[in-house]
């Protein structure tokens, strides 16, 4: 599950908030709050009540932080999950919903089948659950909630700003950093590589053992790229897998999250590889596997400069030999502009091949 919708009265909380105003949370379901959000699962509210009046109480109970995109009011519950599920992107089959009532309950799972429903007297045993229970939790995902709440303020901003997208993008102080993965982000890594499909360059999944026996050679990179900005993290949002041969950069792998495609995050990695690779007088190799979903990032790579023209180098980056329905684009790098929308912090690949210090995990480096 992604995300646990809550009605109120006699599940959220005990009694009903219009018989006593008092109303209060339960220690064992503060506690599954607390547990559910810090496994990266998002909860809300769809609720039968008076926001104006329900809310405070939340915000006085110090529980209102939790609950993402609360639809309270007097219409059905049904529509109240699925306009959470359509504002969040996610497929209703992600969504849970847990009311005391049966008849809320059969009203939402006949409206919305995909929705998985609980009766509230199970609420306390949904944290003993696989549906609630993620194999490993990564860093993004114990501060998804902070992420979500930090892009809709952010959205808000955008339609009510009044100005060119470049002056927009200038306006969240935007600061992009790519490292070296270390073996502590390699679950952000492997998460990417799984759950980014249209800006995902093959397609490729990587799992942990193939990461680490990466890491472990210098001859590859493992490089995680993040983003934030005033209203807060973006988190983990691009991972590339660069392979050196010689006079070649073979750029094995290229995701980005579709989340930050409007902040130009996937020309600004592009742009300061290919400045890289300028500086180190190399030619850039990049993997394609053409998809029914990734269509953006072949234009992203064209717009880049790479084209499908034929280069001896490219015998150098093929030391596999069979590469099935694997393309090749191919780039002779120039130098490139520094971003204008945003800071970069990250590391001098040209300068630490040439001291062999590649496998430094803490070089920085910048456009020159």
Not at 163 to 181: C, H, N, T, W, Y
Not at 260 to 268: E, H, L
Request: contains cysteine.
């Amino acid at each position: 599950m992604k995300c646990l919708v809550w009605d109120l009265d006699n599940t959220l909380w005990q009694g009903t908030y219009l018989e006593n105003p008092d109303v209060e949370f339960r220690d064992e379901i503060r506690d599954l709050i607390t547990t559910l959000d810090s496994r990266g699962i998002l909860q809300s509210i769809a609720s039968k009540n008076d926001y104006d009046v329900v809310w405070p109480h939340l915000e006085k109970l110090g529980m209102a932080e939790y609950f993402v995109l609360p639809q309270i009011g007097w219409g059905r519950k049904s529509d109240a999950v699925r306009e959470i599920a359509e504002q969040l992107n996610f497929a209703q089959s992600a969504i849970a919903f847990i009311d005391d009532l049966p008849s809320e309950r059969a009203e939402v799972a006949f409206h919305a089948p995909d929705v998985r429903c609980y009766p509230a007297e199970e609420a306390v045993a949904l944290a003993g659950l696989p549906e609630f229970s993620p194999g490993h939790v990564t860093v993004d995902a114990r501060r998804r909630r902070e992420m979500y709440q930090a892009g809709f303020r952010r959205n808000a901003e955008r339609e009510s700003f009044q100005g060119p997208d470049e002056q927009f993008l200038r306006s969240l102080d935007l600061r992009m950093v790519i490292k070296r993965a270390d073996e502590e982000e390699l679950s952000r890594v492997e998460e990417l590589t799984l759950r980014t499909s249209q800006m995902n360059a093959t397609g490729v999944h990587y799992s942990d053992t193939a990461l680490r026996a990466l890491l472990a050679d210098r001859d590859h990179e493992v490089l995680t790229v993040t983003m934030a900005d005033r209203f807060g993290p973006h988190g983990a949002v691009g991972v590339l897998l660069l392979a050196h041969h010689g006079d070649v950069w073979h750029l094995k792998l290229l995701a980005t999250s579709c989340r930050v495609v409007s902040f130009g995050a996937g020309a600004t990695i592009l742009n300061w590889l290919i400045d890289q690779a300028a500086r180190a007088g190399v030619h850039l190799a990049a993997d394609f596997r053409p998809t029914d979903r990734n269509r953006m990032m072949d234009v992203a790579y064209r717009f880049a400069g790479f084209t499908d023209d034929p280069c001896d180098c490219l015998a150098q980056a093929d030391t596999a030999g069979d590469r099935g329905d694997v393309q090749f684009r191919h780039l002779v790098p120039g130098p490139r502009s520094a971003p204008t929308t945003l800071r970069l912090d990250a590391p001098d690949l040209a300068a630490d091949r040439a001291s062999g210090t590649a496998d430094a995990p803490d070089a920085r480096g910048a456009f020159r």
